[in-house]
């Protein structure tokens, strides 16, 4: 797989992206990993580390400030390990849901699916070198779901066309509950690091 033909051709033209990628053969979700996700989600977390560090970022009661090498280095590593573990567990939840929506469970399947609808948000990641542009980031990642969208009408998990829809709303809504959980917990850890002076 040719990386930038696949992040161009999914984010460009899912609809043409996604019936190549059902045929992909992945022997194992660490290959997904190895291969696509490990490398993508970098792409926020290496983009996070020189925003915070080399521009810094406004914290309310203490104004401008720049974290040290360490301090950024240290969210970007925690931001990165909590986004691939958000990854497989969102996709662990899909699978799971299958058979409600009576698709087909397929752990690579699913992991597919939130990898690579996952993509514009990862890729826009790279606007975390400035952290005020976490709109653009957000917007990117509306856009990811209609790539979500688009992967399961196209049978990604072997859902009937009558349950796409509820399938891809309980996806958001799971996914929405994750992504709060995961900003919930890094939040409260790096209150903790400036509380304690680990800027």
């Known amino acids: 797989m040719n990386l930038m033909v696949r992040i161009q051709g999914i984010i460009l033209k899912p609809a043409e992206e996604w019936p190549k990628i059902k045929g992909e053969p992945v022997s194992s979700i660490a290959e997904l990993y190895k291969s696509y996700i490990m490398i993508v989600a970098a792409i926020p977390a290496i983009a996070q580390f020189l925003g915070f560090w080399l521009i810094g970022i ?15 280095l240290g969210r970007a590593l925690v931001s990165y390990v909590f986004s691939l573990v958000m990854v497989y567990v969102l996709a662990l939840i899909i699978d799971a849901l299958a058979p409600t929506f009576s698709s087909q469970p397929n752990q690579i399947n699913a992991l597919k699916l939130v990898a690579y609808s996952m993509t514009p948000y990862f890729v826009a990641g790279i606007l975390n070198i400035i952290p005020v542009l976490n709109l653009v980031i957000f917007l990117a990642g509306l856009w990811g779901i209609n790539i979500l969208y688009i992967g399961l009408k196209q049978g990604i998990m072997s859902t009937p066309p009558n349950k796409v829809v509820g399938y891809l709303i309980i996806i958001i809504i799971v996914g929405l509950v994750l992504w709060l959980a995961v900003s919930l917990i890094l939040a409260a850890i790096f209150s903790l690091s400036i509380f304690y002076g680990g800027l």
């Open 58 to 72: 406004f914290l309310p009661f203490r104004g401008f400030v720049r974290f040290s090498l360490a301090g950024a």
